[in-house]
């Protein structure tokens, strides 16, 4: 079992910045990736930014250019840096932990509010 809890959300103006960091705690031992999702209210769940299994990163359209994910030292850690927030980033951001146990865990979210 792995848990995953994620933080740095907030109330932020358009153009601002946020750093969004996630923690995966437990059998670490197995986690292959971490990435990044969003859920903007009333829409499904998307992609903004993950690594992949073989350690590169994928973007989303949208966060190109604007986001960057990076991870710690320690394996079970992932951010997500924000910049140039927009209205349409409004979101509640969840980290997504992929094992190489063919299963994934997902955090509670962090909510991100673009609004002047």
């Known amino acids: 079992q792995v848990q995953v809890v994620e933080s740095g959300g907030g109330l932020v103006q358009p153009g601002g910045s946020l750093r969004l960091s996630c923690v995966a705690s437990?059998?670490?031992?197995?986690?292959?990736?971490m990435g990044w999702y969003r859920e903007p209210p009333g829409k499904q769940r998307e992609l903004v930014a993950t690594?992949?299994?073989?350690?590169?990163?994928n973007y989303a359209d949208s966060a190109k250019g604007r986001f960057t994910i990076s991870r710690g030292n320690a394996k079970n850690w992932v951010y997500l840096q924000m910049n140039s927030l927009k209205p349409e980033d409004t979101a509640v951001y969840y980290c997504?932990?992929?094992?190489?146990?063919?299963?994934?865990?997902w955090g509670q979210g962090t909510q991100v509010t673009v609004s002047s």
């Open positions: 437990g059998s670490i031992f197995s986690i292959s990736h």
């Open positions: 997504k932990v992929s094992t190489n146990l063919a299963a994934d865990y």
């Open positions: 690594f992949t299994r073989a350690g590169s990163t």
